[in-house]
């Protein structure tokens, strides 16, 4: 099956540094790549949509300068979380789809768990 | 509009028995409607999903029973398994919508022996 890795797994840093969290996907080219977070227990939240070579599309209410959404392959997509704070502590998913229409199937990472000091 | 309401929070289940969890939506124009899977710490995993055009769609143990009119859909989960223990998600996605998932809060089922 298609897999979708995320590096790093977990990550501390202190408040007010820059974090970079990447989405590959292992073994199909990835048109569009989505990037979740998920407080505890809580549901996923979509971030932002991101299609290679375009700017990413962000929900409503995330902060496009706090997280920078790089596609620059049809493998790999990296997000940013630009000086972090407690508050942008979370778990962080990805996914990725090899195809855009209704339907078809995401894959998920395994997720970033961040933690700001 | 674009919510989806899941049900129970959560819910526990002796071993061999069923599992049942419910999910309703508002916006008419979704047309895909999948299950997923989280075990703690993981990414969810896709499980089953169905189109609006079906009322049933069976993979195993897991079955999607889909109600067009009542604008409702159900996980079952028959024989439920310890190791069925986790997360269980509903989500829905609309032709137009560039693939996003609209998830549901989520469901945590425990499966005891």
């Known amino acids: 099956g298609a897999v979708v890795s995320q590096h790093p797994s977990w990550v501390i840093c202190k408040s007010g540094t820059s974090v970079k969290i990447e989405c590959r996907s292992l073994?199909?080219?990835?048109?569009?790549m989505f990037w979740y977070r998920q407080f505890p227990k809580q549901s996923l939240m979509l971030m932002a949509t991101s299609n290679e070579g375009s700017k990413a599309t962000y929900e409503q209410g995330v902060e496009k300068d706090k997280f920078l959404i790089n596609h620059a392959s049809l493998t790999l997509s990296t997000l940013t979380v630009t000086s972090a704070h407690p508050e942008d502590s979370s778990f962080y998913i990805c996914?990725?789809?090899?195809?855009?229409?209704?339907?078809?199937?995401?894959?998920f990472g395994p997720g970033t768990r961040l933690l700001v000091l | 509009q674009q919510q989806v309401k899941q049900s129970p929070q959560s819910l526990i289940v002796q071993k061999g028995g069923i599992s049942i969890i419910n999910c309703a939506y508002e916006?008419?124009?979704?047309?895909?409607f999948p299950w997923y899977q989280q075990f703690p710490g993981k990414g969810p995993a896709l499980l089953i999903a169905?189109?609006?055009?079906?009322s049933e769609k069976k993979e195993g143990r897991f079955t999607i029973s889909f109600n067009k009119s009542a604008k409702q859909f159900s996980l079952h989960i028959m024989d439920s398994q310890p190791g069925d223990s986790a997360t269980y998600f509903c989500a829905a996605a609309f032709t137009g919508g560039g693939n996003k998932l609209t998830f549901g809060t989520g469901t945590q089922l425990k499966v005891e022996l």
């Open positions: 073994d199909f080219q990835a048109t569009t």
């Open positions: 169905i189109r609006p055009d079906v």
């Open positions: 916006n008419t124009a979704f047309d895909y």
């Open positions: 996914s990725a789809t090899p195809r855009t229409g209704v339907g078809e199937t995401q894959y």
